[in-house]
């Protein structure tokens, strides 16, 4: 990723203003330069609105090989999750690898330049550790690198069903069987120049409570959690435990800055106040919680209690971080039949910017000298977003715009996606349907 490249932006989004006529200098990964320039000269062109880079902040790569095979007949996320355990219990380090390859090239292809990887499928099928018993996170953080995107593994403890309840079979996998071997196995992950490493704790279901603090403590990057995605998962945990997992969470050290909530969808008035007064971070997942009929989560009530909010595609019932910002706006106008909770400046900030902080990455989400290089741009002249003032960039972008406008994916100052073709994997459509159907053998 080496290397010195200028590129000339015909519209680029500068902290929260349209500027025409950009140049960016970009040097062994980062922006050297930004300024204004009529005239591209020499420079890389890049035609339409360049943002920056859009960081996916919840994924699980393997449930892409869902898509449209779980929206047959009804159910809820439970039966949802007995179809994702059939796919979970084919993959294998090569078919992970193939398959989050393929989905980490569409992300790029999307605009996407960090990924955040809610890891857990870590063992064979039993529960059997591989020789090398990180194979399946080396195989996540090698389908990064080959896609071109950056990857945030966030390494998961998941040891129980249940409160209280073994791992199911289909559970054996994703088990350490305790804490301490969950700990010894994720340390032994070490980052890049292409890789952070954090940790997760899947669940209150899935950890514990007296695991918790292990878990927030074993490793020094970002600490991710599911949070109350479901109903039951509150009044399993209030059977429990006599509290709500916010606040089981909070009374064993897991909130904080570096911790980021995922979903967060079921909370109390005192869940929200403890979220926001600990400064803990909230990703929502709009198309994934509404796919799986999840409910709309307190997103401009954590907000504005202190949680900064970043985006993920968790299951990939699509990959679109455009539509994932405009879906925030667009369920909170739902729930209040009034508009304008957010401006398109703070959506997109959501979906790059304060993304890219909950994955470690603080120096991306910025078009700005010492930023990490990485940007993407969106096209102004397709039908769908044709005919919008240049000035009204980010509005264009959140509320017209979709995965299908964006050509240009740069990340570290490299081009990975160029006039929308994938310059590493090339044929992604068929990366993508190779891999799935080798899951269905």
Same mark, same amino acid.
């Given at each position: 990723?080496?290397?010195?490249?200028?590129?000339?932006?015909?519209?680029?989004?500068?902290?929260?203003?349209?500027?025409?006529?950009?140049?960016?200098?970009?040097?062994?990964?980062?922006?050297?330069?930004?300024?204004?320039?009529?005239?591209?000269?020499?420079?890389?062109?890049?035609?339409?609105?360049?943002?920056?880079?859009?960081?996916?902040?919840?994924?699980?790569?393997?449930?892409?090989?869902?898509?449209?095979?779980?929206?047959?007949?009804?159910?809820?996320?439970?039966?949802?999750?007995?179809?994702?355990?059939?796919?979970?219990?084919?993959?294998?380090?090569?078919?992970?690898?193939?398959?989050?390859?393929?989905?980490?090239?569409?992300?790029?292809?999307?605009?996407?330049?960090?990924?955040?990887?809610?890891?857990?499928?870590?063992?064979?099928?039993?529960?059997?550790?591989?020789?090398?018993?990180?194979?399946?996170?080396?195989?996540?953080?090698?389908?990064?690198?080959?896609?071109?995107?950056?990857?945030?593994?966030?390494?998961?403890?998941?040891?129980?069903?249940?409160?209280?309840?073994?791992? =199911?079979?289909?559970? /054996?996998?994703?088990?350490?069987?305790? !804490?301490?071997?969950?700990? *010894?196995? +994720?340390? %032994? #992950?070490?980052?890049?120049?292409?890789?952070?490493?954090?940790?997760?704790?899947?669940?209150?279901?899935?950890?514990?409570?007296?695991?918790?603090?292990?878990?927030?403590?074993?490793?020094?990057?970002?600490?991710?959690?599911?949070?109350?995605?479901?109903?039951?998962?509150?009044?399993?945990?209030?059977?429990?435990?006599?509290?709500?997992?916010?606040?089981?969470?909070?009374?064993?050290?897991?909130?904080?800055?570096?911790?980021?909530?995922?979903?967060?969808?079921?909370?109390?008035?005192?869940?929200?106040?403890?979220?926001?007064?600990?400064?803990?971070?909230?990703?929502?997942?709009?198309?994934?919680?509404?796919?799986?009929?999840?409910?709309?989560?307190?997103?401009?009530?954590?907000?504005?209690?202190? =949680?900064?909010?970043? /985006?993920?595609?968790?299951?990939?019932? !699509?990959?679109?971080?455009? *539509?994932? +910002?405009? %879906? #925030?706006?667009?369920?909170?106008?739902?729930?209040?039949?009034?508009?304008?909770?957010?401006?398109?400046?703070?959506?997109?900030?959501?979906?790059?910017?304060?993304?890219?902080?909950?994955?470690?990455?603080?120096?991306?989400?910025?078009?700005?000298?010492?930023?990490?290089?990485?940007?993407?741009?969106?096209?102004?002249?397709?039908?769908?977003?044709?005919?919008?003032?240049?000035?009204?960039?980010?509005?264009?972008?959140?509320?017209?715009?979709?995965?299908?406008?964006?050509?240009?994916?740069?990340?570290?100052?490299?081009?990975?996606?160029?006039?929308?073709?994938?310059?590493?994997?090339?044929?992604?459509?068929?990366?993508?349907?190779?891999?799935?159907?080798?899951?269905?053998?």
């Amino acid at each position: 990723m080496k290397g010195t490249t200028t590129y000339w932006a015909e519209h680029a989004w500068l902290n929260g203003t349209v500027e025409p006529g950009v140049t960016i200098d970009t040097a062994d990964g980062r922006i050297t330069a930004v300024r204004p320039e009529t005239e591209a000269g020499g420079a890389v062109r890049l035609r339409g609105l360049t943002i920056p880079g859009l960081a996916n902040a919840h994924s699980h790569a393997f449930h892409r090989a869902l898509r449209a095979t779980v929206q047959v007949g009804s159910g809820t996320f439970w039966t949802w999750r007995e179809v994702m355990y059939g796919v979970a219990e084919r993959l294998d380090p090569d078919t992970y690898f193939a398959l989050a390859r393929a989905v980490y090239a569409e992300m790029a292809l999307a605009g996407i330049t960090s990924v955040g990887e809610f890891h857990y499928v870590h063992h064979a099928p039993g529960g059997t550790p591989y020789g090398d018993a990180n194979a399946m996170g080396h195989a996540l953080i090698a389908a990064a690198a080959e896609a071109g995107i950056r990857i945030t593994l966030l390494d998961t403890a998941y040891l129980s069903s249940g409160f209280g309840e073994p791992p =199911s079979h289909h559970q /054996l996998r994703f088990s350490d069987g305790t !804490v301490e071997a969950w700990a *010894e196995r +994720a340390t %032994a #992950l070490k980052p890049d120049a292409n890789t952070r490493i954090g940790a997760a704790i899947h669940s209150v279901r899935a950890v514990p409570a007296d695991a918790l603090g292990t878990v927030a403590t074993a490793i020094e990057g970002p600490l991710h959690v599911h949070l109350s995605e479901q109903t039951a998962e509150n009044d399993a945990c209030r059977a429990a435990h006599a509290v709500t997992p916010t606040r089981l969470l909070s009374e064993r050290g897991v909130l904080g800055p570096r911790t980021t909530a995922v979903h967060a969808t079921h909370l109390t008035g005192e869940d929200i106040g403890l979220l926001g007064g600990s400064s803990t971070g909230v990703c929502m997942c709009p198309t994934t919680e509404r796919d799986l009929a999840d409910g709309i989560g307190p997103a401009k009530r954590v907000q504005d209690a202190g =949680s900064p909010l970043s /985006l993920g595609s968790d299951s990939h019932a !699509v990959i679109d971080l455009l *539509e994932e +910002a405009r %879906a #925030l706006e667009l369920n909170e106008r739902l729930r209040t039949r009034t508009r304008g909770h957010w401006t398109a400046a703070q959506l997109l900030r959501a979906a790059s910017e304060d993304g890219h902080a909950a994955l470690g990455w603080e120096e991306a989400g910025r078009i700005e000298p010492g930023s990490l290089a990485d940007f993407t741009t969106i096209a102004l002249d397709s039908a769908r977003t044709t005919g919008a003032l240049p000035r009204l960039g980010a509005e264009t972008a959140v509320f017209a715009a979709s995965n299908a406008d964006v050509r240009h994916t740069i990340v570290a100052g490299r081009h990975v996606v160029r006039d929308g073709e994938h310059t590493l994997v090339g044929d992604v459509p068929g990366a993508l349907s190779a891999a799935i159907a080798a899951l269905r053998v």
